[in-house]
């Protein structure tokens, strides 16, 4: 303690700002330093009226939202369907995920079965195995030509333009 009140000056008897806050004036029930109590009274019933009124508010508010939702039941519940007749397209969806499995499904089955494409013009489609499995044998597939020698292929690499896919010759 001595050494705080030599800090601030009382040792010496200089006065400064802080030394009203040494000591609890006599007959204090609290430390003078404290919040008043009386402000925040005030603000804690301020608050709690407030909080009252808003709550008020939007009970009447619901109250109000249902009370015409109510009276609008007797509204047709699609209003677009006049007579049987339907919006124009594209209309919405109203079992997204059936149509997608079913439309999947349609797919999967065109892909492993043999059928006409157009029969007026002989197109058939075949299962992509199968499909595959010619090309393949035909020989569609290759990546380089069969003819060419290898005294021919040495002059050329892979250009750096096509990723590797294209052969150029070699720049001298």
Do not use: C
Request: glycine share 6%.
């Amino acid at each position: 303690m001595a050494e705080h009140l030599q800090h601030h000056g009382v040792a010496g008897h200089a006065s400064s700002a802080d030394d009203q806050y040494l000591e609890t004036p006599p007959g204090s029930t609290y430390e003078h330093t404290d919040a008043h109590v009386g402000p925040m009274i005030k603000f804690g019933i301020w608050l709690l009226v407030s909080a009252v009124i808003v709550h008020v508010g939007l009970a009447a508010m619901y109250w109000l939202l249902v009370r015409e939702s109510t009276e609008r039941v007797d509204t047709r519940r699609y209003p677009l369907a006049v007579n049987g007749r339907l919006p124009a397209e594209p209309r919405l969806q109203q079992f997204p995920r059936n149509e997608l499995y079913e439309f999947r499904s349609k797919e999967e089955a065109e892909l492993h079965s043999y059928g006409w494409v157009d029969k007026n013009a002989g197109t058939v489609h075949i299962p992509i195995e199968d499909a595959m499995r010619l090309m393949l044998q035909r020989g569609v597939f290759t990546s380089r030509p069969q003819d060419a020698s290898p005294s021919a292929q040495a002059d050329l690499f892979p250009s750096d333009s096509s990723s590797g896919r294209m052969l150029e010759k070699r720049r001298e």
